[in-house]
Structure formats: C-alpha cells, structure tokens
C-alpha cells in the first residue's frame, strides 16, 4: 500500500523561529490535506492542497504532486503551535506519521 | 462552518460491555469515517460509510461493527468491549462529490476499557 513519510518526526524550537515539515508519498496521491492535532487530541484542518501553493496567516503550503510530496511553512512560531502536524493523502485516507512540534517560550 | 461532534469525550467500559459511539455531522457529507489512534501506530481507518446503510472495511476492522441508518449519524459499536481497544477514536466526514474532498474531524473520545 501506499506509504507515507514525515519529517522531522520531533521538532523543537524557539518563540519566533520558522520551520519546515515534510510529507512524503510512495505513490500518487490525491486530495492531500495537512491537520495539526492540539493537546486535547483535536485534528484541526490547515489545508487541503492536491497541488500548488496556499498561504494562511503565518502558515504556508505547497505539494508537488508530480513527485509525491508536500512542504508545510510556519513562520514565526508561537507557543500555540505546538502539536503534532499530519498530512493525509485522502484518497486511501493514509496518515503519515506525524511530526510532533514543540515550541518554547 | 463545518461541524462534526461525538457523544461523548471521554468513556469508561467494562471487559466485555457493547460499546456505542456515535457521531454526528450537519454539513450534509455522504461520507463518514471512524479512526482510532494510538500512541506509535498514527491513526488508522476502521471503518468508513459512502452512504446511508453502505459501509467499507478499513484497515483494521476487527472486533467493530458500524451502523449509518441516516446520512447524519454515523455509529460505531464495539459487540465484547475487550482491554485492546482502549484508545482514541476520532471520526470524521467529506463530500463525495464537488471541488474539495477536504475531510473533517469531531473531537474525539477517549476510550478506556478496563
């Protein structure tokens, strides 16, 4: 079945850093879709992004879909966006594994 | 906004027991998914309903069984509540058809079986 990668799996960083997240998949994907789970387990919808880029606030996306993967951006990072960061590929409905983001103040 | 809730945010069972987790959704979606997810394992589909009274197995749908009487309200049952199946159990929805097949989740309910 069709796999899915995340990078950094664990990610610690300061008040006010930017940082990358990667999601790679085995195959094709379509329908991709970013989630950040809060500390109360709550999946929240970032973007849904089959392709190209999209910007919210201070968070970014963009997915390649011609070569399977996905880049999430956040800048200037906050306290609150500690979490765990999920792609999906909707299609199967594959989670990838999570990449687990903390941020200190 | 889209909404998506479930009955309860945190339930304890006995070994044993029937187990009923409901969840329900007002944006009219055809389709609706239930997950558990567990430390280490991510989250993974047990069960997802393409319509009223279809459903589809997931990956792993042993020991569960789903019921979808009305598009709304998706049921997810556990006949003989056993200790593994303690876990987080999230259920989601989205459209079949149009420009976005953009998922949304509930809240949430923590299950413990003891």
């Known amino acids: 079945g069709i796999q899915v990668e995340q990078s950094p799996p664990d990610l610690i960083l300061q008040e006010g850093a930017n940082s990358t997240l990667r999601c790679n998949f085995s195959?094709?994907?379509?329908?991709l879709q970013w989630f950040h789970q809060n500390p109360w387990g709550q999946l929240i919808n970032l973007f849904y992004i089959p392709s190209g880029t999209k910007q919210n606030g201070r968070l970014s996306a963009t997915t390649v879909a011609t070569e399977r993967y996905s880049l999430l951006y956040i800048s200037s990072s906050q306290t609150t966006d500690s979490g765990v960061y999920f792609c999906v590929g909707t299609y199967k409905y594959i989670f990838g594994t999570g990449t687990r983001l903390k941020v200190l103040a | 906004d889209v909404k998506v809730t479930q009955s309860s945010r945190y339930l304890v069972k006995r070994t044993g027991e029937k187990v009923f987790l409901e969840c329900v959704q007002d944006m009219d979606h055809e389709n609706m998914f239930w997950y558990r997810q567990d430390p280490g394992l991510g989250l993974r589909l047990i069960y997802f309903s393409y319509d009223v009274k279809m459903k589809e197995k997931g990956d792993i749908p042993e020991g569960y069984s789903v019921s979808r009487e009305k598009k709304e309200r998706f049921s997810l049952i556990l006949e003989s509540a056993s200790t593994n199946q303690t876990s987080m159990y999230l259920c989601?929805?989205?459209?079949?058809?149009?420009?976005?097949?953009?998922?949304?989740f509930g809240p949430g309910t923590r299950l413990t079986v003891t």
């Open positions: 195959d094709s994907v379509n329908n």
């Open positions: 989601a929805s989205r459209a079949r058809d149009g420009s976005s097949y953009e998922q949304y």
